[in-house]
């Protein structure tokens, strides 16, 4: 692949729910970097392929493979076709995720288990499974939570809940996993412009006319802001750095 900083050469990557938005963006800039892709999507084949045809268009090496992060035996499936098809890995960005937004009075069973389940409990299922495929090196394990884990908006308890507890998972695997040479990160968005946040309308709104304004930068973030994040800390640049709720929010706090 044609690039300058070919700095993670001869790496295996699996990045989750890289269809579209920041994880395709994610994708894309760790290939760039030099890492054989694994496009990890749970319905939009279409977007997956996508993803895989712009890397391997590049000079790249991807494949997409489905699987639904909240379910075991499609985890299982996942790192098994990582291994079958690359041999290794070395990075892992949990990146699946989905967001809901609603008051306490309509917040419903379904409502928490669905953000709960691939926010937090897929995290966990994807680095149980990458654990175990490291090689004795160690490896890489990069979360994307988001900055309302510190600072939860309204309407927004159950997501905002769920960031929560990616940051403390974070923290408790570095640490848990640091003697295996493993470093854990997160990378903490502000208000990224997605497929998913024009589909919500936030575009336009009071809401989003607000954070633009509380932004030191004066703008909302692109995914390429957070995938060339993602690419420094899965490098050797970052070989220091673990435990890390990482902002990349355009200096909003």
Same mark, same amino acid.
């Given at each position: 692949?044609?690039?300058? *900083?070919?700095?993670?050469?001869?790496?295996?990557?699996?990045?989750?729910?890289? &269809?579209?938005?920041?994880?395709?963006? =994610?994708?894309?800039?760790?290939?760039?970097?030099?890492?054989?892709?694994?496009?990890?999507?749970?319905?939009?084949?279409?977007?997956?392929?996508? @993803?895989?045809?712009?890397?391997?268009s590049?000079?790249?090496?991807?494949?997409?493979?489905?699987?639904?992060? &909240? +379910?075991?035996?499609?985890?299982?499936?996942?790192?098994s076709?990582?291994?079958?098809?690359?041999g +290794?890995?070395?990075?892992?960005?949990?990146?699946?995720?989905v967001? #809901?937004?609603?008051?306490?009075? #309509?917040?419903?069973?379904?409502?928490?288990?669905?953000?709960?389940? =691939?926010?937090? *409990?897929?995290? *966990?299922?994807?680095? %149980?499974?990458?654990?175990?495929?490291?090689g004795? #090196?160690?490896?890489? =394990?990069?979360?994307?939570?988001?900055? @309302? /884990? %510190?600072?939860?908006? /309204?309407?927004?308890?159950?997501?905002?809940?769920?960031?929560?507890?990616?940051?403390? =998972?974070?923290?408790?695997?570095?640490? #848990? *996993?640091?003697?295996?040479?493993?470093?854990?990160?997160?990378?903490?968005?502000?208000?990224?412009?997605?497929?998913?946040?024009?589909?919500?309308?936030?575009?336009?709104?009071?809401?989003?006319?607000?954070?633009? %304004?509380?932004? !030191?930068l004066?703008?909302?973030?692109? !995914?390429?802001?957070?995938? /060339?994040?993602?690419?420094?800390?899965?490098?050797?640049?970052?070989?220091?750095?673990?435990? %890390?709720?990482?902002?990349?929010?355009?200096?909003?706090?």
């Amino acid at each position: 692949m044609n690039t300058s *900083l070919n700095r993670l050469a001869d790496k295996v990557s699996v990045v989750t729910g890289a &269809s579209k938005g920041i994880g395709a963006s =994610i994708a894309l800039h760790l290939a760039r970097a030099g890492s054989a892709i694994v496009v990890n999507y749970n319905s939009d084949k279409a977007g997956a392929d996508a @993803v895989v045809g712009k890397i391997t268009s590049e000079g790249g090496k991807a494949i997409a493979v489905q699987g639904d992060t &909240s +379910k075991a035996e499609d985890m299982d499936r996942l790192f098994s076709e990582t291994k079958s098809q690359f041999g +290794k890995l070395d990075v892992l960005v949990n990146n699946a995720g989905v967001f #809901e937004f609603k008051a306490l009075e #309509e917040i419903t069973e379904e409502h928490f288990h669905r953000q709960f389940n =691939i926010n937090v *409990l897929g995290l *966990l299922l994807a680095s %149980q499974r990458a654990v175990a495929a490291f090689g004795s #090196e160690g490896g890489n =394990i990069i979360n994307i939570s988001s900055v @309302v /884990s %510190q600072d939860p908006v /309204s309407g927004g308890a159950v997501y905002s809940a769920t960031k929560a507890a990616v940051d403390a =998972i974070t923290k408790a695997l570095s640490t #848990e *996993l640091g003697p295996r040479g493993i470093r854990v990160n997160s990378i903490n968005p502000g208000p990224v412009e997605t497929e998913g946040v024009h589909a919500a309308g936030f575009i336009g709104t009071d809401f989003f006319n607000k954070v633009i %304004q509380d932004t !030191p930068l004066g703008r909302i973030g692109q !995914p390429d802001d957070i995938g /060339s994040a993602v690419a420094f800390v899965a490098s050797e640049e970052a070989r220091w750095i673990t435990g %890390q709720a990482i902002q990349v929010a355009g200096g909003l706090r």
